[in-house]
């Protein structure tokens, strides 16, 4: 089982010329969006013009990104743009006279060069978590053995005690950690290519009217 030397998806997507990387991102966190404004109580054919206009933001900023630990995650940053999406869509319900709330044209701006940004609410961390390892896992079960496979699901996903592993499996113990944490180094390096931490600089951070999270 090898180490990934694929560089980050989001990285990739700011190459222009890059369609495929295109295509993974939107494949990976389009239904993140969808899913969260679903949970919100969007209609499906509003929540699909959500993740049009969420994506539609990202194509345009992700070219612009710089490093900066002190704006936080990509996934916090994904979980601005579409929050604030959302409370103008609802806002724009109880104001259908004005183009916009307040007047504030719905497209990204730039904000205070201070802005932090964190996760919109748990739901949100959840749905994004899930997805991801979801679709890491996906990409690296083929490299994985069945024993080495049975070892991490074992001890990682349902908590089994490793010396009950070893016994039904009949290997060592020290061998079930091995497995597991071999799987476990892969699985890791897999979501740091999905979702690298990549914080944003000023030219690229959302805001689109509401208040920002």
């Not at 990387?21 to 509003?46: G, H, K, M, N």
Request: proline share 4%.
């Amino acid at each position: 089982m090898t180490a990934t030397t694929s560089p980050s998806l989001l990285l990739r997507i700011r190459n222009a010329q890059d369609n495929g990387a295109w295509q993974e991102f939107t494949d990976l966190y389009s239904p993140v969006i969808r899913d969260y404004c679903l949970r919100e109580r969007l209609q499906s054919s509003d929540a699909d013009d959500i993740v049009q206009d969420v994506m539609s933001m990202v194509s345009s900023a992700i070219r612009n990104f710089e490093y900066d630990p002190a704006k936080g995650r990509f996934r916090s940053w994904l979980g601005t743009i579409t929050a604030n999406r959302i409370r103008n869509h609802f806002a724009k319900l109880s104001n259908r006279n004005h183009r916009s709330l307040n007047g504030i044209d719905s497209g990204a701006t730039q904000v205070s060069n201070s802005q932090a940004y964190v996760d919109p609410d748990s739901a949100w961390v959840e749905l994004f978590t899930e997805r991801v390892f979801q679709v890491a896992w996906t990409r690296i079960r083929p490299e994985i053995s069945e024993v080495q496979c049975s070892c991490f699901e074992a001890t990682w996903v349902r908590n089994e005690d490793a010396a009950d592993v070893a016994k039904s499996m009949k290997i060592p113990v020290h061998q079930v950690y091995v497995n597991k944490s071999r799987v476990l180094k892969r699985l890791e390096a897999e979501v740091r290519v999905l979702a690298e931490e990549i914080p944003f600089s000023d030219s690229v951070e959302p805001h689109d009217g509401a208040s920002s999270i």
